[in-house]
């Protein structure tokens, strides 16, 4: 049987959590097709104008944690709000409930957070949180990166710690640059990889090969791209999986030297509107799951593709969800199953899903 026609959506029955800002509302659905979990919408009280912009991870004990923009005045991106933090949902059951909004940064008027993303150790179990930072009083339309790390599941944080100047050269101080939303890996050889878009420059992978204490840009630019994800193969090639604007297309970047050299293409079978995407290794050696909204242009139809070939060729796609969907994050879970959270209704929710594969049936 072929794997496109293995593919299977799955659905647990789980409760939909309707979520205004941080007290959940719960209405249990019947098992189906549309039981989803609402993590985060835009509250009817005008408090936060919308939740934007989610990470997702499963850490080392199998905890689930969904983390995400809260913007305040304005749906606006870090360069058009003073205002915008970092708030974070956990589930210890595998996503059948979800804590209270715990947040994660929340700092001064005028300093605003934004695109989270994930990265876990496995070998240590410690869990890293990345996101960008603009102080708009002290230095507007500059962008600098900030870490936190969890040893307990994301339950406490340690203070946040700047590395932009570990990453970036001083003359990149005024480029519009940012750290991709989402999640991060950590390859075979215990290296944490994750990407940074610099619009000017190209796509760049960054590194830690001393467990998150110090961080490096690998100085190769990918270019064309934007907010991109990476993973590696089965061989240690590094896979870069790239949004590029008005292509309608993905970019393919691969490297089996760590980075030294880069070999670059367009995926046309990976259709693309230009927004951020997921991109997931399996169990089964040479398996991945490609999550997207599959529409040249507009953001729409979230799908989900597969591949058994380490990402050379893909699977028809399979719709999660038809209407307006945009981006979208992603982490295999213990099960064998896909985790998904992703935009979803011109960005009033964000909702966890559970997607399950040939591979975790047979």
Known sequence: MSW??????????????????????????????????????????????????????????NTLLAAIDERVPSCADLRGSRDINIVMRRSQDGGTTWSDILRIADLPDGVAASDPSFILDRETGRLFLIYN????????????????????????????????????????????????????????????????????????????????ANWSLVEHPLIPGDESK??????????????????????????????????SRPDSTLVDPASNAAIVRLEEPGHLAFLHANHASNRENLSIRTSVDNGFSWSAPETLFEGSAAYVTADLLKDGVVGVVYERNDYTENVFRRVQTASAQD
Not at 143 to 167: C, M, N, P, V
Not at 181 to 204: C, K, P
Not at 248 to 257: E, P
Request: aromatic fraction near 8%; charge should be negative.
């Open 133 to 212: 930072v603009m102080d708009h009083d002290s230095a507007p339309r500059q962008y600098r990166f900030h870490l936190q790390s969890s040893t307990d599941e994301g339950l406490s944080w340690s203070e946040a710690k700047d590395i932009t100047d570990e990453l970036t050269p001083p003359e990149w101080v005024d480029d519009f640059m940012f750290i991709t939303s989402g999640r991060g890996i950590q390859a075979a050889d215990g290296t944490l990889l994750h990407t940074l878009v610099n619009l000017q420059r190209g796509v760049h992978v960054f590194k830690s090969e001393n467990a998150g």
């Open 230 to 263: 990476i993973v590696e193969l089965d061989d240690g090639t590094w896979m870069v999986n790239s949004r590029v604007a008005k292509a309608g297309h993905r970019w393919v970047h691969t490297s089996n030297d760590r980075g030294a050299t880069w070999t």
């Open 4 to 61: 496109t026609s293995t593919l299977r959506l799955f659905f647990s029955g789980l409760p939909v959590v309707l979520l205004g800002c941080t007290t959940p509302v719960v209405q249990n659905l019947d098992a189906g097709p549309q039981t989803e979990i609402v993590l985060f919408a835009t509250p009817e009280d005008g408090s936060v104008a919308c939740y934007r912009i989610p990470a997702f991870v499963q850490t080392s004990s």
